[in-house]
């Protein structure tokens, strides 16, 4: 009887034991504590989470690591444990540490499943995740990571994470590498890896099994040699570095700021690495590069003094003075055997040294290295060692430092201009010799034609001269607009008083002014410190003046003085649409039947410039605070300095320069470059629902979710509920038929494909008559929230913007 009341008390301890740990949120497990199925431990700033997980598609359990900060948008697993023992039952599966220090998974049969390694033991062994998301077993006293009894930054599976060391120490043997997972849902590891290779000068390898796949060269004290254009150098977001010596071997990168930024190296299950950074705007992980870059970056693609230019056809050529060893097969596209020398290379005979500029370092497995040697002692070296065929330098993040040797045939190498580097390899003498005679030829053609180049360059300069003068004449001529002088506009805005000063915009200060006869008139001034400069002024007259209806500002003329350029317009007494709707108290001054006339006005202003305007013209910056108000309240479409002009039936075109506003943009355009009519129209969608609420899309707030204005529209129009969305300052005023409509026509313009969008011709249509609409599918960007909006409050009269950027966007695993 004594017996078993102790067994329940000591049962009873146990669970309480248990239970107090699970119920609070640790970052460590103890020898009196253990996990199981549905509990987890958290690093303590909360970055990372342990516990059991199953991949998507999979039913399988295993032992992870994964982000806990950016749960619940997406679980993204950095490291598993039991990748080859997947559980199935977890039933009585207990993650535990035991003494000596060994963190064990054991089920209910006390068997390990699975277990980490010591060679030591302490006397109170606790397993920590720490907030780098390692997890390590240790002395709970003690902290030097010198003394850890192991850590999963040792055994890493797909993911490098920021400082785990990828390399391999030379006194342990222990090599550190990636191992790709075998599909996306099964962790086992799959056939591909990654791994620091020491064998002649250390360089990265990804290699399937045993054959190498590609590699990013060699370190040259700034980076790898053949690094994609994101690792030429160090980034604000995060450094990185190589350490070589004789106890070890490794590469590391840390984050600038581990507090705001998430970034890790992956190797996908198909071989490819790609760094993500976690962007909480998108709530997504975005590819900030991905190896292999291009086709250029498979090994040894064009064979021995192959070089593989991926802006040639075909990539692949023989280095200058070498050519096809079997020719024949070369030319059939065959570049597996790759070139040799033009002469042959004969050690009895003298030899020389070609220098070949902007290439990827060759495979340096065959290579030896001296990290004091000068270039011309390598050079030296080089010369007496008959097997020697290469040299180059080891380092050059401070000049040209160290010897780099290559013995045999050198292979894998590809063009990559200015961010490559000289090697030098060794060439018959009468190379040299053919070359400086070519040098010769050419300098005498040079001193022959120097002369004629000279009356060339005499003659561009009076062109240049000659265009620089009638540049002033030029817009009258071409665009009839007149010309105000400087004078006029200096007395009619008091000398650009600071009282006459109406709005600032990207483009510079806005001034308003009275000319001598009484009209009001509203001045842009370009300001010497603007981001937008004569090309955006010029836009902005080019387009302007051929324009005329009564929803597009009306462009007066303009003044062009010296360094002043400036626009004059007619003014604009209501000042811009953000003015009013986004403020509290002038938001009661626009009723229902005003609203709807504004949009109806915007609308009819895009339909002239998509169909009815002697050009074509794409706004791409349709925004609240570029709608201006005249004294009656009728929408003027303004600042025309980012518009761009397509011909014929063209629909659109695509950019480098993403320029725009957050919130405002298509999909398509903000990450593709992609503008056309249909994110005019889409940015028109934006606009209508932000009239109809009061709201602006970016930097929208709900209690109830984490959408933008799109998504919560999206929301309440799938639920029925759209006249949740109205402004609550248009109750006395709302028509309900015409709100509903609005809001559903601003949905249709801002659904996610293009095709999907209607045009202004139906938008005018849908808005003006009560015909059935469509049924609006799912907007762009309708999950995305923004919390940060850098527009003001209130309006001026022209306010631009130019947020110029380039997004790529590639879906993870």
Not at 43 to 63: A, H, K, Q, V
Not at 546 to 553: D, E, F, G, I, S
Not at 683 to 697: P, Q, T, W
Request: proline share 4%.
């Amino acid at each position: 009887m004594e017996s078993s009341c102790f067994l329940l008390f000591l049962l009873a301890f146990c669970s309480s034991i248990h239970n107090s740990f699970s119920n609070t949120t640790r970052d460590l497990i103890n020898t009196n504590q253990f996990i199981i199925d549905g509990e987890t431990i958290v690093s303590s700033d909360g970055t990372f989470e342990l516990g059991f997980f199953n991949p998507s598609g999979s039913s399988n359990r295993y032992i992870g690591i994964w982000y806990k900060r950016i749960l619940p948008h997406v679980q993204t697993v950095v490291w598993v444990a039991n990748r080859e023992n997947p559980l199935t039952n977890t039933s009585s599966i207990q993650l535990k540490v035991t003494k000596p220090g060994i963190l064990a998974l054991f089920n209910d049969k006390n068997e390990s499943i699975w277990s980490t390694i010591t060679s030591r033991s302490v006397q109170n062994p606790v397993a920590v995740l720490l907030d780098s998301g390692n997890l390590v077993v240790k002395d709970a006293n003690d902290n030097n990571p010198e003394d850890f009894l192991w850590q999963s930054f040792n055994f890493p599976t797909d993911t490098h994470l920021p400082d785990m060391k990828l390399g391999k120490n030379f006194k342990t043997g222990h090599e550190v590498y990636l191992s790709a997972w075998k599909t996306d849902n099964d962790p086992a590891p799959g056939e591909f890896t990654r791994n620091i290779d020491p064998t002649g000068y250390p360089q990265i390898f990804t290699k399937s099994d045993t054959d190498v796949l590609y590699r990013i060269g060699p370190w040259n004290g700034l980076r790898w040699s053949g690094a994609p254009t994101p690792l030429l150098t160090q980034s604000k977001l995060y450094t990185f570095q190589f350490i070589f010596n004789e106890e070890e071997v490794y590469y590391i990168f840390s984050l600038v700021n581990h507090s705001s930024v998430l970034s890790r190296i992956v190797m996908t299950s198909n071989g490819d690495i790609q760094r993500f950074m976690w962007v909480d705007q998108t709530k997504r992980w975005h590819s900030h590069y991905k190896l292999p870059a291009d086709n250029c970056d498979t090994y040894s693609l064009c064979g021995e003094y192959g070089s593989c230019d991926i802006d040639n056809e075909p990539i692949c050529g023989c280095l200058e003075k070498f050519v096809p060893k079997y020719p024949q097969q070369w030319e059939k596209g065959d570049w597996t055997r790759g070139c040799v020398r033009r002469t042959p290379l004969d050690c009895n005979r003298e030899h020389v040294f070609i220098r070949y500029s902007g290439i990827k370092l060759p495979d340096t497995k065959h290579s030896r290295y001296d990290k004091t040697m000068t270039l011309e002692g390598c050079r030296q070296v080089c010369s007496t060692n008959c097997a020697c065929t290469a040299y180059s330098s080891l380092d050059i993040s401070n000049g040209d430092k160290g010897c780099l040797l290559w013995f045999g045939e050198v292979i894998d190498i590809r063009k990559l201009s200015d961010r490559g580097q000289d090697i030098y390899i060794k060439m018959d003498s009468s190379e040299q010799e053919s070359e400086a005679g070519s040098k010769r030829k050419k300098a005498k053609i040079l001193a022959v034609s120097f002369s004629l180049l000279m009356a060339t360059i005499l003659l561009i300069l009076i062109l240049l001269w000659y265009k620089w003068k009638k540049k002033k004449l030029k817009l009258k001529e071409d665009f009839e607009l007149p010309l105000f002088p400087l004078s006029t506009i200096t007395r009619a805005t008091n000398n650009f008083s600071v009282n006459n000063k109406i709005g600032e915009g990207g483009f510079g200060p806005v001034y308003k002014g009275v000319l001598e006869e009484g009209q009001d008139i509203a001045v842009k001034r370009l300001s010497r410190t603007s981001m937008q400069g004569l090309a955006e002024y010029t836009n902005e007259v080019i387009y302007i003046a051929k324009l005329q209806h009564r929803n597009l500002v009306r462009l007066l003329g303009c003044c062009i003085q010296g360094e002043e350029k400036m626009l004059i317009y007619e003014y604009m007494a209501n000042r811009s649409l953000d003015s009013y709707i986004f403020d509290q108290t002038k938001n009661k001054l626009l009723d229902w039947p005003k609203r709807y006339h504004i949009i109806n006005g915007i609308a009819r202003g895009l339909l002239y410039l998509h169909q009815d305007s002697r050009l074509r013209i794409i706004h791409r910056d349709l925004k609240a605070s570029n709608v201006l108000l005249d004294i009656e309240m009728n929408p003027k479409i303004s600042d025309f300095g980012m518009a761009r002009c397509v011909a014929g039936n063209e629909m659109g075109s695509r950019t480098r320069n993403v320029v725009g506003t957050h919130g405002y943009m298509s999909p398509e355009y903000a990450v593709d470059g992609i503008f056309s009519v249909k994110s005019d129209v889409f940015s028109f969608g934006v606009l209508v629902l932000e009239i109809v609420s009061g709201k602006r899309n970016r930097g929208f707030v709900h209690q109830d979710h984490d959408l933008n204005l799109l998504g919560h529209a999206w929301k309440l129009y799938k639920d029925d509920r759209s006249l949740e969305l109205v402004d609550e300052q248009l109750d006395d005023s709302c028509n309900i038929s015409q709100v509903l409509r609005s809001i559903q026509v601003g949905l249709l313009c801002v659904q996610q494909h293009p095709n999907d969008r209607p045009s202004m011709f139906s938008v005018v249509h849908m808005l003006a008559n009560e015909s059935l609409l469509p049924k609006a599918k799912e907007p762009g960007f309708f999950t995305e929230r923004n919390v940060y909006d850098d527009e003001n409050s209130g309006g001026s009269q022209t306010r631009s913007s130019k947020n110029e950027f380039t997004i790529t966007v590639l879906d993870p695993r």
